[in-house]
């Protein structure tokens, strides 16, 4: 069903900016509490005598399964909900179990942390998308959602980059308190300096009973352009998740001597170095790629929208010889060049994706589009990517004899192949977007 384009919230442009920098700061800090992980996954699982495939869990499926659960209902109240209340209540929670983590002594307790920040994190980026596309001039809606998902990479670079050498310094349990804590600040801040929208402009609010959630799904849901979208975000997610879960491990196997090598050199262990390293190559760069994935979305769109596919589609494949190169170096430079312009690629897609659902939805179903497509892409994304390389890295580690580094190498080439597949899903999604675009 079609319904008249809606304009953006007309808010001053410093305000625009300022809570756009704010729900930015709160995404960084999504992703600061994920990336310790990753950085300090071959620690946590020595003490916590954990597998590959333990790891992967911990990491992708205990976090994506209430993550996504939650997600839709959370989206359904935030949409005639205080969001920026929400967005506060919701940091608070995944910031606490965040410290939490670092009290795991076991993987069960570990696995019960995870779960809590899933469950925190899922009231956090759906009605912020809400927020963000409701403020956003339509003309600048991906580069804005493209500022915001920068949040990801640059959560990177601080929960890879500090997490290495705090991991080293304090250990990872107290390394786990240093990155909870913040949030629990900013969440006051948050209260104190967003507006909800409908307050200040009532012509938003209406009296009419929310739309029931069957309808508000399919409007969408039935639409070829957001089912081929969402598709390559998901499969693409399965890349970006799957690699990166495992990247620590795997350039601490295959390149431990080098590693502590060059780390000495600077007075640092090789997992301070390490998290320097992967703080540009997958925080920095992964930022560059997410903002111009947006920007040349909206740059080429003219009159057609077909540039908010066509970009992730072409990014993702070429992510795929870079990450061959990643993987398959022998030495480490050539190994980090290739991972920067890897994680450019593979970042790209994120505002396209969300400023094509948010097109496709309309204005009065944008946090539950958001909190739909979250539950599609973390599910397959964070659900199946980091578990899929545990799995096959420990199946070829004990079926095939191969050894540990090896084996997970393995691996982690075989995950990357799949934006393959991911960039067709977009490529699909050319021949409808613009006509199923409404808002």
């Known amino acids: 069903m079609k319904h008249r384009p809606e304009e953006a919230v007309d808010t001053s442009r410093a305000y625009r900016r300022s809570a756009l920098l704010l729900l930015t700061l709160v995404y960084i800090f999504n992703f600061v509490d994920r990336q310790v992980l990753n950085i300090l996954a071959e620690a946590i699982k020595h003490d916590l005598a954990l597998s590959d495939t333990q790891l992967g869990i911990v990491t ?18 935030a949409e005639r909900a205080d969001r920026p209340r929400l967005i506060a209540i919701a940091l608070s929670v ?15 307790q570990m696995l019960i942390c995870r779960l809590g920040v899933g469950i925190g994190e899922a009231g956090g980026v759906p009605p912020s998308h809400s927020l963000i596309a409701e403020f956003s ?8 959602l493209a500022i915001f998902s920068t949040g ?10 500090f997490g290495g050498i705090l991991g080293d310094a304090l250990g990872w349990r107290w390394t786990f308190a240093v990155a909870g804590a913040p949030g629990l600040l900013i969440a006051v801040v948050v209260m104190l300096v967003l507006k909800e929208p409908r307050r200040t402009f009532p012509l938003l609010t209406s009296a009419a009973p929310a739309e029931p959630l069957r309808a508000s799904l399919a409007s969408f849901l039935s ?9 390559g975000g998901a499969l693409q997610a399965v890349v970006l998740y799957g690699t990166g879960a495992f990247l620590a491990p795997f350039f601490l196997r295959a390149h431990g001597p080098e590693l502590a090598a060059l780390a000495a050199g600077l007075g640092l262990k090789a997992n301070g170095f390490l998290g320097l390293a992967f703080g540009v190559t997958v925080g920095l760069a992964g930022a560059v790629g997410t903002f111009l994935g947006g920007w040349l979305g909206d740059r080429f769109h003219g009159a057609s929208l077909k540039s908010y596919v066509t970009v992730p589609a072409l990014a993702g494949w070429l992510s795929i010889p870079a990450f061959l ?22 970042n790209a897609y994120f505002g396209p994706m969300h400023a094509t659902c948010q097109g496709v939805a309309g204005a009065s179903r944008r946090a539950t589009v958001s909190a739909v497509t979250l539950v ?3 599910l397959v994304g964070l659900g199946l990517g980091p578990p899929l390389v545990g799995m096959i890295s420990d199946h070829a580690r004990n079926a095939m004899a191969m050894e540990s580094k090896d084996a997970l190498r393995l691996a982690l080439v075989a995950i ?10 977009f490529w699909r999604a050319r021949a409808s977007i613009d006509a199923d675009t409404v808002s």
């Not at 990357?416 to 899903?425: K, R, Y």
Request: aromatic content about 14%.
């Open 223 to 231: 639409t070829s352009t957001y089912r081929w979208t969402v598709a």
């Open 94 to 108: 995944w910031s606490l179990f965040t410290l939490l983590c670092g009290a795991a002594g076991s993987f069960t």
């Open 416 to 425: 990357s192949a799949v934006s393959l597949p991911a960039g067709l899903a």
């Open 376 to 378: 599609i892409v973390n």
């Open 137 to 144: 001039p339509k003309a600048r809606r991906a580069v804005a």
């Open 152 to 161: 990801l990479p640059l959560g990177s670079f601080i929960g890879l980059g």
């Open 325 to 346: 190169v990643v993987f398959c170096a022998h030495d480490l430079a050539t190994a980090f060049l290739a991972l920067g312009f890897a994680n450019a690629m593979i």
């Open 60 to 77: 992708g499926l205990a976090f994506a399964l209430f993550y996504s659960l939650l997600g839709v209902p959370i989206a359904r109240f």
